[in-house]
């Protein structure tokens, strides 16, 4: 049974740092893409940044390129976001994900493609 369990998230301000971790088992983790979602209140889920098998390739929204830097370890099963320069609208629950497939490229942005998903953890960024 594939178990994703997410952790580090809280209320910071405007501007702070905060970085999430994703803990991974039942899986083979090294063979599959993993992805970051949010979901705001009363808005869908959207896409926030995945991370290939190997760690060699990563793709980001828009709205948090530049700002928030995704990261595995394989030997220790898990996948991390390092999120910057925090900002009132990053404001959500924050999903970690494992993709359907293994070893899929190119990365998928989409919620449909990744097929186990963590409980969510709270970011809350206030001004």
């Known amino acids: 049974q594939v178990q994703l369990v997410e952790s580090g998230g809280g209320l910071v301000q405007a501007g702070d740092s905060l970085k999430l971790s994703c803990a991974a088992s039942?899986?083979?983790?090294?063979?599959?893409?993993m992805g970051w979602f949010r979901q705001a209140p009363g808005k869908e889920r959207e896409f926030v940044a995945t991370?290939?098998?190997?760690?060699?390739?990563?793709n980001y929204s828009d709205s948090v390129k530049g700002r928030f830097t995704v990261s595995r370890d394989n030997a220790k099963n898990t996948v991390s976001l390092q999120m910057n320069s925090l900002k009132p609208e990053d404001t959500a629950v924050y999903y970690c994900?494992?993709?359907?497939?293994?070893?899929?490229?190119?990365?998928?942005?989409?919620?449909?493609?990744?097929?186990?998903w963590g409980q969510g953890t709270q970011v809350t960024v206030s001004s």
């Open positions: 991370i290939s098998w190997s760690g060699g390739r990563t």
């Open positions: 039942g899986l083979p983790f090294n063979l599959y893409a």
């Open positions: 994900a494992a993709d359907r497939l293994t070893l899929r490229m190119p990365l998928s942005t989409r919620s449909y493609a990744y097929g186990d």
